[in-house]
Nanobody, 122 residues
Framework: QVQLVESGGGLVQAGGSLRLSCAAS????????MGWFRQAPGKERDFVAV????????YYADSVKGRFAISRDNAKNTVYLQMNSLKPEDTAVYYC???????????????WGQGTQVTVSS
């Protein structure tokens, strides 16, 4: 089992950047697919990005392609989400996720972090 703790959220002006971090605890970190989701008030939780097992591939939602980048540091048991050129519509609670299958089109995690708030002002 994996426990996930997100950090790095905050308030940023449109066009700015943030980097979210997700620290994982538990064994076999390298074996887990990991990703990020986000949820705005009153909306569904949406897929943002996924990094398949260590050394695997990355995939992004169309809304963030070219602006966001997911990466992982296995030595630190940490996954990151670099967010550039932020827009007000990126405002949401961002959740780190781990485990579960990547179907090739969708990611269904087994574990979730507590979330970190990202607010982008216009």
């Amino acid at each position: 089992q994996v426990q996930l703790v997100e950090s790095g959220g905050g308030l940023v002006q449109a066009g700015g950047s943030l980097r979210l971090s997700c620290a994982a605890s538990g064994r076999n970190f390298r074996a887990y697919t990991m990703g990020w989701f986000r949820q705005a008030p009153g909306k569904e939780r949406d897929f943002v990005a996924v990094h398949t097992r260590s050394g695997g591939s990355t995939y992004y939602a169309d809304s963030v392609k070219g602006r966001f980048a997911i990466s992982r540091d296995n030595a630190k048991n940490t996954v990151y989400l670099q967010m550039n050129s932020l827009k007000p519509e990126d405002t949401a609670v961002y959740y780190c996720a781990a485990g579960g299958p990547w179907s090739g089109t969708y990611y269904t995690p087994d574990y979730w972090g507590q979330g970190t708030q990202v607010t982008v002002s216009s």
